[in-house]
């Protein structure tokens, strides 16, 4: 006889081999293997009214602009809350949990969305990071926008991280005497020169912020300012001023990079000795720390060693900051360096603006694909950046090539997309988030309706990573979520994932093995739940949980039922850190 069951424990050796995890080995439930104990217990939870006293509902404040339609009217006592924004909150609900869009979303913020309204409107649409670009603003500008995010998650239950990106040392032209933009024509002459001039710049004359700039260029060397948006040719050369001609005209906006090209390759002499972090970018390291952000973007990185140095520096700085450095890949030089780069990273972002800067454009979609994988098989979360929906920056819709770029970068499951210039000074920031998500949702469900995407199977994970038996825990528990269960009659599927995490790495393994269901994961600080808010698949939450299983689950299944985010009968797979196990768990 079968008895009647609630909650099952699967729990595994350590010696257990992943192989046995096969979803057909749980098409039934109880299902005795030799090498996986499956312990068959009384129901792990009391009834949920025996706990009910033990639970407090998020402060009413949080939840102002949120209605739950089925919470039931609990007493308030004890525990922290687990704090849950309207964004997620709406996303879980719109089609059950397993739609819950998978993609997380970066926003660069700017003059166009630093206000507190436009920041809780991007919050609302669902940006997770928000981004601050330090080649641009002081640091007063940017301490609003970081309050401002601060103030949004602390009074909306938002998890809104900030990633700040350095300014690096690329070479780029002055600022245009104060000027907005500048046109230049077909043919024109132009002296580019390492003088600067203040306000008063004379007519068709650019100064340039890198000092060795005369001695690198020769005649005839290619110009190109943002990387092709305009075109000079070098004509003389006098003293400290370059004399060029204009073979591809446009328009000149303050600050725009410049690159030299001379026979179809990149010039790199004197300019690829430039520091990575230059001094202006500690001073706003420094910032970073002291303003407590989450992320440090590196930029124009070119090996592993100014990142093992900065996560130093971070460290005896401000040993108790959880400060993730994310390296950006842009520079032709990293190229040669992309595995070591990525290993010593805590993330890398795929930086297509200055990469195609950099290398030929036609090979920046395979170098993209090539990241993507490389951060997967290291399990470091990787997001991709740049002109996802430039056309946005002044339209109301996205051209369809865009919206197909979109798509791809969801179909190759990276963690995240982000929003440069339509959310930092765009005229449509708030559609351009809408685009994104409406295409990440369609898509992502697309490829779970006919697996479009490459495998299953997660890469192996790289040798140089050891992911131990959390990580085949992880991957054990993200192949179980495919079986379906037969529970008193009914087959049921995995409703989610939870896993309880004290530093966020084993939700972070769990996301790599990319499950077809969301994951709630649980983290005792903001910070480890504002750091998990970049990677995919993972809706994190903050709770102050135990070393006891069956309190914590109870805790969390009251919490999530009373706001309406799970049921009664759903299935939800279960893992710790604290424990050495899978349980799959129907929800009393
Ligand atoms: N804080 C800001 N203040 C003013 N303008 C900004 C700000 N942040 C971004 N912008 C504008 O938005 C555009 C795109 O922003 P973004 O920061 O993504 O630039 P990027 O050139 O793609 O990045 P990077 O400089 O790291 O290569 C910028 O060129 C700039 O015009
Ligand atoms: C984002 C960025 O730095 C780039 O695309 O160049
Ligand atoms: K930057
Ligand atoms: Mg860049």
Known sequence: ??????????????????????????????????????????????????????????????????????????????????????????????????????????????????????????????MNVARINMCHGTHEWNRKVIEHVRRLNEERGFAIAIMMDTQGSEIHMGDLGGATSSKAEDGEIWTFTVRSFGSNCPERTIS??????????????????????????????????????????????????????????????????????????????????????????????KSAEVIKHLKSYIASRSPASNIAVIAKIESIDSLKNLNEIILASDGAMVARGDLGAQVPLEQVPSIQEKIVQLCRQLNKPVIVASQLLESMIEYPIPTRAEVADVSEVVRQQADALMLSGESAMGQFPDKALAVLRSVSLRIEKWCREGKQHATFEPPPISSSVSAGIPGEICNGAAKIVTSVFELSANKLKASALFVYTKTGQMASLLSRSRPDCPIFAFAPTSSVRRRLNLQWGLVPFCLNFSDDMESNLNQT?????ARGLIKSGDLIIVVSDMLQSIQVINVP
């Open 1 to 126: 006889m079968t008895p009647s069951i609630t909650s099952q424990s699967l729990r595994l050796s350590s010696s257990f081999s992943i192989a046995a995890l096969q979803p057909h080995t749980f098409s039934k439930i109880p299902l005795p293997k030799s090498h996986l104990r499956v312990s068959r217990q009384a129901p792990l939870f009391k009834p949920i009214s025996a706990v009910q006293s033990n639970v407090l509902l998020p402060d009413a404040s949080k939840t102002a602009t949120f209605q739950p339609s089925n919470a039931p009217h609990l007493t308030a006592v004890n525990t922290e809350a687990m704090e849950v924004d309207r964004a997620t909150e709406v996303e879980l609900k719109e089609n059950g949990s397993r739609s819950k869009r998978r993609t997380k979303i970066v926003c660069t913020i700017g003059p166009r969305t630093c206000g507190f309204d436009e920041l809780e409107a991007l919050a609302v649409g669902g």
């Open 208 to 301: 340039v912020n890198y000092d060795g700039f005369a001695e690198d260029i020769k005649v005839g060397d290619e110009l190109l300012v943002d990387g092709g948006m305009v075109r000079f040719v070098v004509t003389e050369k006098i003293g400290p001023d370059v004399i060029c001609c204009c073979t591809d005209p446009g328009l000149l906006l303050p600050r725009a990079n410049l690159t030299f090209w001379r026979n179809g390759s990149l010039v790199q002499e004197h300019n690829a000795m430039l520091p990575t972090i230059s001094s202006k970018d500690w001073l706003d390291i420094d910032y970073g720390i002291a303003e407590g952000v989450d992320f440090i973007a590196v930029s124009f990185v």
């Open 557 to 561: 299944f009251s919490l999530l039922k």
